[in-house]
């Protein structure tokens, strides 16, 4: 068993135990998808898209969110495949970007984007009642399945993935 297994089983068993919610703040995808019920990607300081965690997974709406889960390694991959990218780097935050801090970098960035700093909005969502999907993007994604995108569901990340990882 990994010591990062045993880190997160100890906080799901204190969790339980105590009856309260916990915030879990990583950069490890495996481990948000099987431990959090809600995902916030944040993205230089600011959250970009927010929403229950397997329908973000689902059904991502913002471009970063969308990279991201495009440069998660699949288990099914060859050995040695060139995990995908996200092309630029990020802005410098002492002087940020007039529009979206995302929009150098993003494959779908139009002039709206370079102008004017989106709001994190639900209106474009489609979460439940009482669990809105809230996207801070001019021009959300029509959020394309994690069939249509050759990705695992939430369900699918297993503790090979979690072995080789770190906190």
């Known amino acids: 068993m990994t010591v990062q297994k045993q880190i997160l089983e100890l906080l799901e068993s ?21 431990q959090t019920d ?11 898209e927010t929403a229950p965690t397997q329908q973000l997974f689902a059904r991502p709406r913002h471009p970063y969110t969308e990279a991201l889960l495009a440069a998660v390694p699949r288990l099914e991959q060859e050995p040695h495949t060139r995990l995908e990218s996200i092309d630029g780097g990020l802005p410098d935050m002492t002087r940020p970007p007039e529009g979206c801090a995302f ?6 960035a139009q002039q709206k984007c370079r102008e004017v700093v989106p709001g994190l909005d639900a209106s474009s969502g489609t979460g439940a009642v009482g669990h809105p999907h809230e996207v801070a993007c001019h021009f959300p994604l029509g959020g394309l399945s994690v069939a249509e995108l050759g990705m695992p569901r939430v369900g699918d990340v297993d503790d090979r993935v979690l072995e080789v990882e770190k906190i």
Request: glycine share 10%; proline share 0%; aromatic share 6%.
């Open 38 to 48: 809600r995902v916030a990607v944040m993205y230089a300081g600011r959250i970009v």
């Open 103 to 108: 929009a150098s970098r993003c494959k779908y």
């Open 14 to 34: 204190l969790r339980s135990e105590m009856h309260m919610a916990g915030i879990l703040i990583s950069h490890d995808l495996g481990v948000v998808a099987g």
